[in-house]
Nanobody, 122 residues
């Protein structure tokens, strides 16, 4: 069992930066791939990034966002730079067992956090 808690969301001006954190409980954190998703008002939840044996990003954030993890701290991060108003959403941390497969669909992830709001003003 893995429990996830996100933090670091907030209000930022366009062009600014935020770093989201996701703290995980459980002794098997290092065995899980970790992903970030987001959901804007009125839109479906969408894939942002995943870190497994490699990192993969959605085209919309490539070059601006960076996912990383610290297994000693059971934490995964999402560094978000050059933020745009269209990045406004609730950001969710999620996990699935194993690191071989690269998964981008939310239904493939087993564990989810409660989400943290990111608002980018123009």
């Amino acid at each position: 069992q893995v429990q996830l808690v996100e933090s670091g969301g907030g209000l930022v001006q366009a062009g600014g930066s935020l770093r989201l954190s996701c703290a995980a409980s459980g002794r098997t954190f290092s065995a899980h791939a970790m992903g970030w998703f987001r959901q804007a008002p009125g839109k479906e939840r969408e894939f942002v990034a995943v870190i497994a044996w490699t990192t993969v990003y959605a085209d919309s954030v490539k070059g601006r966002f960076a996912i990383s993890r610290d297994d000693a701290k059971n934490t995964v991060y999402l560094q978000m730079n050059s933020l745009k108003p269209e990045d406004t959403a609730v950001y969710y941390c999620a996990a699935y067992s194993g690191k071989i497969n690269i998964l981008r669909n939310d239904y493939e992830y087993k564990y989810w956090g409660q989400g943290t709001q990111v608002t980018v003003s123009s």
